[in-house]
């Protein structure tokens, strides 16, 4: 198993920036395909972009490409999201997620809380 944990959510003005981190425990980090997801209020979850376990392939949902950066540390146990040029429309709470060898995100972090203001 693998536990998660998000920070670096906020309030920031439209065009800003922010780096949200998802710490994991355990030492099988590498083992698990990551992706980060978010919700808005009355709105269902959905990606924004996943890395596989050594970071070779990423996915980027349209919304975001170009404008956010997923990465991994490996041996930090850490999966980052650089989002810049950030949009009101982006105001949501973000999870980071673990993918085992179920093929299905598993683990989920509790969320952090990311607002853009106009």
């Known amino acids: 198993q693998v536990q998660l944990v998000e920070s670096g959510g906020g309030l920031v003005q439209a065009g800003g920036s922010l780096r949200l981190s998802c710490a994991a425990s355990g030492r099988t980090f590498s083992s698990y395909s990551m992706g980060w997801f978010r919700q808005a209020p009355g709105k269902e979850r959905e990606v924004v972009a996943t890395?596989?376990?050594?970071?070779?392939?990423?996915y980027y949902a349209h919304s975001v490409k170009g404008r956010f950066t997923i990465s991994r540390d490996n041996a930090k146990n850490t999966v980052f999201l650089q989002m810049n040029s950030l949009k009101p429309e982006d105001t949501a709470v973000y999870y980071c997620?673990?993918?085992?060898?179920?093929?299905?995100?598993?683990?989920w972090g509790q969320g952090t809380q990311v607002t853009v203001s106009s």
């Open positions: 997620a673990a993918k085992g060898t179920t093929n299905k995100y598993d683990y």
């Open positions: 890395i596989s376990r050594t970071g070779g392939l990423r």
